[in-house]
T-cell receptor, first 116, second 115 residues
Framework: AQKITQTQPGMFVQEKEAVTLDCTYD???????LFWYKQPSSGEMIFLIY??????QNATEGRYSLNFQKARKSANLVISASQLGDSAMYFC?????????????FGQGTRLTINP | GAGVSQSPRYKVAKRGQDVALRCDPI?????LFWYQQALGQGPEFLTY????????KSGLPSDRFFAERPEGSVSTLKIQRTQQEDSAVYLC?????????????FGPGTRLTVL
């Protein structure tokens, strides 16, 4: 079974609009972390935001916020006031604490295109 | 400060050749990871080091893949007898503290093309 599912292969949004990128996850571990990374065409993975499974509040980092719904096992990324530079691939990832696992498990990604 | 660096950035190999990909993590980072990213896919875990110890190599796809980090800093991923399905971007990442939920810092990747 897929651990991380991103159901939107591509998204097109007008500049200055808000956009939500979907992510659902599957784990039986009560302790886990959820990450969002941005990958521009240059290829480097850029960390955006982190949410811990025990965090009571949704994470926010500038224009990025994470809509964490634990019961639904979803961790959607919200980008407010989108900019042309936000055009990139976006990956949701999870790290489980089970057996001290350190690796990140990534979804398939969503390609976001911001139109002027 | 310098981030994670990788070399070469691009590598073209003929099928059957051996290749070596280098990763220089951020100075002082304990943990080092290798991921493989096929075209249009998310990165997939290959292997993980804590200092010089390789603690997880469950993602290495075959015994042709070998990774080392002998002094706990620079790491090399070696692929022997390359095959076309090895064509991918190989990403290296590091983080400061083992066992913590801090972010992994990624390098720019090495794009390997096997002809």
């Amino acid at each position: 079974a897929q651990k991380i599912t991103q159901t939107q292969p591509g998204m097109f949004v007008q500049e200055k609009e808000a956009v939500t990128l979907d992510c659902t996850y599957d784990t039986s571990d009560p302790s886990y972390g959820l990450f969002w990374y941005k990958q521009p065409s240059s290829g480097e993975m850029i960390f955006l935001i982190y949410q811990g499974s025990y965090d009571q509040q949704n994470a926010t980092e500038g224009r990025y916020s994470l809509n964490f719904q634990k019961a639904r096992k979803s961790a959607n990324l919200v980008i407010s006031a989108s900019q042309l530079g936000d055009s990139a691939m976006y990956f949701c990832a999870m790290r489980e604490a089970l057996q001290g696992a350190q690796k990140l498990v990534f979804g398939q990604g969503t390609r976001l295109t911001i139109n002027p | 400060g310098a981030g994670v660096s990788q070399s070469p950035r691009y590598k073209v190999a003929k099928r059957g050749q051996d290749v070596a990909l280098r990763c220089d993590p951020i100075s002082g980072h304990v943990s080092l990871f290798w991921y493989q990213q096929a075209l249009g896919q998310g990165p997939e875990f290959l292997t993980y080091f804590q200092n010089e110890a390789q603690l997880d190599k469950s993602g290495l796809p075959s015994d042709r893949f070998f990774a080392e980090r002998p002094e706990g800093s620079v790491s090399t991923l070696k692929i022997q007898r390359t095959q076309q399905e090895d064509s991918a971007v190989y990403l290296c990442a590091s983080n400061l503290i083992a066992g913590d939920y801090n972010e992994q810092f990624f390098g720019p990747g090495t794009r390997l093309t096997v002809l």
